[in-house]
């Protein structure tokens, strides 16, 4: 079973960087490692997504140029550079992984592993 454990998320001033990071451990998934974020009484929204063994990387528009997903194969951690950060950035980020590879980087329905979540506050 795939367990994703997240980390960093905390309280930033508009403006400020923070860095997300997803371990994994505990088996094999289907290449792809996505970061989505939800708010309170809203559904859960893609952020960004990035290809395990080729290093593609996929954003939301929302985020574009701001934030960098990278993945260090060796610590089997993903991350999440996020910068510039705006108020409506804040969310719980959640990293997830699919059980098998293809499908839709951007999609929730095709993520089977989810973490826990982290909080990221941006203050205005």
């Known amino acids: 079973q795939v367990q994703l454990i997240e980390s960093g998320g905390g309280l930033v001033q508009a403006g400020g960087s923070l860095r997300l990071s997803c371990a994994v451990s505990?088996?094999?998934?289907?290449?792809?490692l996505g970061w989505f974020r939800r708010t309170s009484g809203k559904e859960r929204e893609f952020v960004a997504a990035i290809s395990w063994t080729m290093g593609t990387a996929y954003y939301a528009g929302s985020v574009k140029g701001r934030f960098t997903i990278s993945r260090d194969n060796a610590k089997n951690t993903v991350y999440l550079q996020m910068n510039s950060l705006k108020f409506e950035d804040t969310a719980g980020y959640y990293c997830?992984?699919?059980?098998?590879?293809?499908?839709?980087?951007?999609?929730?329905?095709?993520?089977?592993?989810w973490g826990q979540g982290t909080q990221v506050t941006v203050s205005s």
């Open positions: 997830a992984a699919p059980h098998n590879p293809g499908g839709s980087c951007c999609y929730d329905g095709n993520y089977d592993y």
């Open positions: 505990g088996g094999t998934f289907g290449d792809r």
